[in-house]
């Protein structure tokens, strides 16, 4: 059984930052492809970045580049979201997720086949 730990929300000012983790309780953490994920009150839940399982290669949804950074370390089973220049549209549940199913960095929930419970993070104007 696969578990993701989401950690590292909170409440931030905009223009602030954040560095939001995922902790995976996998020994085969390094052959997942990894994503975040991220939900607002009212709102379908949205893809943020995927990662792949080298760390190699990174995809952004275009509303978070050149702000955020995704990044894991395979010897820690963690994944991390580092958010700068964060804005009141970031406003969100963030979840992380993983995927046996691709080797590749994807978009595609349907392709994600383990969630965290997700960690909030609040942007104030």
């Known amino acids: 059984q696969v578990q993701l730990v989401e950690s590292g929300g909170g409440l931030v000012q905009a223009g602030g930052s954040l560095r939001l983790s995922c902790a995976a309780s996998v020994r085969t953490f390094s052959s997942y492809t990894m994503g975040w994920f991220r939900q607002a009150p009212g709102k379908e839940r949205e893809f943020v970045a995927s990662i792949s399982w080298s760390g190699g290669s990174t995809y952004y949804t275009d509303s978070v580049k050149g702000r955020f950074t995704i990044s894991r370390d395979n010897a820690k089973n963690t994944m991390y979201l580092q958010m700068n220049s964060l804005k009141p549209e970031d406003t969100a549940v963030y979840y992380c997720?993983?995927?046996?199913?691709?080797?590749?960095?994807?978009?595609?929930?349907?392709?994600?086949?383990?969630w965290g419970r997700g960690t909030q993070v609040t942007v104030s104007s």
């Open positions: 997720a993983g995927s046996r199913l691709v080797r590749a960095v994807t978009n595609r929930r349907y392709e994600y086949d383990y």
